[in-house]
């Protein structure tokens, strides 16, 4: 096998295990390397050294141009984190200095399913683990494929210091990595309300900070505060952010202006921790998970005043609000077996979506039809690199294997 081969996108020598061209983002096909006449170590060795004398050049000229002077903190480059945030996977990682999240009871909830997990799989992308198409299977029927985009977690070193933000369309094309940065780790991407750009944390756990990048790969720096600030969620509006800020004693929920200005602290840490907020469709509220045994709660964003939502055993967080206003999913049960669920806004009518291996973080499509979610049904025994994005047509409950990886993505979120 070829040690190095020609990128089909950029026309560089990129080693054969690469999954992404590191200049484009642009997924590379499988067996690409295949294609291409192996190259010799010498060779690889000779490019190699070229490559470090031009870098050695550069910079030579750089530091006599420019001084000694350093690059500003938006630009530099982190190290490894040396803790990596508890069970990534899960959806609602909390880098926490105290305890995290307090452990979840061992009672099981008590569950009303909606359906039984279907044992066929529709059109789009085979559903691994969920069994042959039968003769009764929902046909495909052109349109009412789910639309728009989806960003989300790829781990795709599988390094929990070295996640990465990746890019997909809701119907299984144009997969792609947005982040460059090998050795920082990059999480909780969501998209903005017109499509054109992703706000995620980078450097979680170790000093973290929000970013946003456009489609082309170009970020800048949104906030700097002297702790880790992650989970945002961009107003309807596009114009704010909410997000979590961790200051090593509680985890508070912080309001700012889209470019990071204009901080303002919503919560306070004396009613417990709060963290994965989530905007309403009217801009008017905050659903978020936190309290001292984990619930759903509602915060008012003119008068600050808080209800409780939900009271389900083992309830996590990664929720989100549906298009219509009327409903929110999330995810419950103990760890293995955790599972998507669908509530009121008034906490009934609360239903189980899921009832196989482990689902977590839900996420609705624009249109409030599908929803996105992380799960391990494909792989339930490889719970370090087994979980993938599915989607499921509300509908009819059918489901949709998105990503077909070798390493876990997670976190998604949908957009236009």
Same mark, same amino acid.
């Given at each position: 096998? *070829? ?27 499988? $067996? !690409?390397? @295949? ?23 550069? $910079? ?8 000694? &002077?350093?690059?500003?903190?938006? /630009? ?15 959806? /609602?990682? #909390? ?126 720096? +949104?906030?700097? +505060?002297?702790? &880790? ?14 997000? #979590? ?20 602290? @919503? ?5 417990? /921790? ?15 998970? $936190?309290?001292?045994?984990?619930? +759903?709660?509602?915060?008012?964003? #003119? ?39 669908? @509530? ?25 039809? !599908?929803? *996105? ?8 025994? /490889? ?34």
């Amino acid at each position: 096998m *070829a040690e190095a081969a020609t990128c089909p996108y950029c026309g560089g020598f990129h080693p054969v295990e690469a999954a992404f061209c590191p200049v484009t983002g642009q997924r590379l096909p499988s $067996g !690409w390397g @295949l294609s291409t006449p192996p190259k010799s170590r010498a060779r690889l060795w000779f490019r190699s050294a070229l490559g470090l004398l031009a870098v050695f050049a550069v $910079g030579g000229v750089y530091l006599l141009v420019n001084g000694t &002077n350093p690059p500003s903190s938006a /630009d530099s480059t982190v190290q490894p984190p040396e803790v990596a945030p508890g069970d990534p996977h899960d959806g /609602d990682a #909390v880098p926490s200095a105290t305890a995290g999240f307090l452990p979840p009871s061992a009672s099981d909830p008590s569950r009303s399913i909606a359906a039984a997990t279907p044992t066929t799989a529709w059109a789009l992308t085979q559903a691994v683990g969920l069994g042959a198409p039968s003769t009764t299977a929902t046909p495909y029927r052109p349109g009412d494929e789910p639309v728009g985009r989806i960003v989300y977690t790829c781990q795709v070193y599988r390094d929990e210091a070295r996640n990465q933000i990746c890019i997909i369309n809701a119907d299984g094309t144009g997969e792609a990595r947005l982040t460059r940065e090998d050795h920082v780790n990059h999480s909780y991407p969501v998209l903005a309300p017109d499509g054109q750009n992703v706000v995620y944390a980078r450097g979680v756990p170790v000093d973290g900070d929000l970013y946003e990048i456009d489609l082309a790969g170009n970020a800048r720096q +949104l906030t700097s +505060l002297p702790g &880790n600030e992650y989970a945002p969620s961009i107003s309807p509006d596009g114009q704010q952010i909410v997000f #979590v800020y961790n200051d090593t004693r509680h985890q508070t929920l912080w309001l700012a202006n889209r470019d990071g200005t204009g901080l303002r602290q @919503l919560t306070d840490g004396s009613q417990g /921790d709060a963290w994965d907020p989530v905007w309403s469709p009217d801009g008017r509220e905050v659903l978020y998970a $936190g309290g001292a045994d984990i619930q +759903l709660f509602i915060l008012n964003l #003119v008068s600050l005043s808080v209800r409780q939502v939900s009271r389900l055993d083992n309830l996590r967080g990664r929720s989100d609000w549906s298009p219509d206003g009327g409903s929110i999913a999330t995810y419950a049960g103990p760890p293995g077996d955790r599972q998507i669920v669908v @509530l009121d806004t008034s906490g009934g009518n609360v239903t189980f979506l899921t009832d196989t291996s482990s689902n977590l973080a839900p996420n609705f499509s624009p249109d409030g039809s !599908w929803i *996105a979610f992380t799960s391990y049904m494909g792989n339930p025994n /490889d719970l370090e690199d087994g979980c993938e994005i599915y989607l499921m047509r509300l509908a009819d409950i059918t489901l949709v294997r998105l990503t077909h990886n070798d390493y876990c993505d997670f976190q998604p979120n949908w957009g236009p």
